[in-house]
């Protein structure tokens, strides 16, 4: 009863190492979710919504899902192309037992089966394995598909002259699989396709192979045009699958209203850079900011007002992300959270007093404030990266209450922290 188990156990694993391994290289080169900018997130939100053919995406994301399809589609790819090497290992063995096939036949097919199209199968299967993120996967299973067809058709020629007849549709399935199964994109299939019809026009003159008749190539039109269409239907699904993916991402990362890091994802970044931070011996600086009597513009002003405001602040606030380790949030209303990777005391003061001044002088209207305009108080703390970020929050508030009580509309650090 376990004759089976281990040899689908060990195929199971096989195809997750495959899989695994080429989307951990996607992910190290794959920008994060919360990087996108807004005009690419709405392009995302229209493909999601609308119907049709789509063959392209935002131009700066399309390189990240081709890479990740490549990787998605390599599974069923590297099992493409060991279906000839396993049909082509059987058949030659019992060749001679069928009705009418001449020995030099038999000897001649043994020969090309084993002495190319085995080889040249598991040789793709094995770039394709070894390169599943690399376009030369793809290009290499269709080259074999390609030297499959002309020893197809070299096989008829050879059957023809020695009076025996070999279905064309053996080189028809070659196309027609690699276009449903291959996960290439709909211009490289009907480059696929274009490419089968000329070496099988090209294998009647200079193989003597026998020539289609017009019946044989309406029936393989039909069925090439039908591959075609399967493979555009299928990248369609794919891409507008894949946005809305990246959408989920999105909401799972990103404020949707400045475009900032969510606290969710700001705690998980904390966590990278406090580990970074130790390890480098470097300082963090943590601050929280808030903004001034911003209940008032709501009440003034109204909540869409208040949007826009927040809107505005967030842009100033995503200037402070200079670095891949530095990071900012909206933790929730007016509360902002801001994260800088090797900053020192009087850095972190520096750059705090900066986003003062420049939210005060966005002029935005609070007319009921007392400078007559929207204003923010920050305080933030430094630290060595050995505290959680709950006692870096509870610290930076601190400083940010202390600011608040001496008439907001300023700046504190506190001296350097650790465990």
Partial sequence: MFDGFWPRRLGANYLQQLRSRGLDDVASRSADAHDLPPATVQALERITKRSGPLLRLPA???????????????????????????????????????????????????LVAFGLIIPVSLFAALIAWSLPARPVAGASIALAG????????????????????????????VPVGLSILGGFPFDRVLGLIGAYVLVTLAAVPLLDAPARTPTMWLGEGVLLCLAALAALWMETSQRRSWAARRLLQLQAHQDPLT?????????????????EARREKRLLFFALADLDHFKRVNDRYGHEYGDGALSEVAVVLSQFVRRPL??????GGEEFAILLYDCDRGGALTRLQALVDQVRLL???????????????????????????????????????????RGRNGARVGPIVSA
């Avoid at 279906?83 to 009705?99: E, G, H, N, Q, T």
């Avoid at 530095?326 to 933790?331: E, F, I, K, M």
């Avoid at 108080?377 to 009580?405: C, F, R």
């Fill in 146 to 173: 390609l030297v499959i067809v002309l020893s197809v058709e070299a096989l008829r020629a050879q059957a023809a002259a020695a009076g025996y007849r070999i279905d064309h549709s053996l080189a028809v399935c």
């Fill in 259 to 275: 475009g900032l890091r969510n606290r969710r994802s700001f705690e998980l970044h904390f966590e990278i850079v406090a580990a």
């Fill in 363 to 405: 002029g935005i209207d609070n007319e009921d404030a007392p400078l007559g305009v929207l204003t923010i108080s920050a305080g933030g703390v430094v630290s060595d990266g050995t505290l959680p970020m709950s006692e870096l929050y509870h610290s930076a508030d601190n400083h940010l209450y202390a600011v608040k009580h």
């Fill in 60 to 110: 700066d994301i399309e390189d990240a899902y081709r890479r990740e399809w490549h990787v998605s589609a390599n599974q069923v790819r590297v099992l493409l192309s060991m279906v000839p090497a396993f049909v082509y290992s059987i058949f030659p063995l019992w060749a001679d037992r069928l009705p009418g096939v001449p020995e030099d036949l038999v000897t001649l097919i043994r």
């Fill in 326 to 331: 530095d990071a900012v949030a909206r933790l």
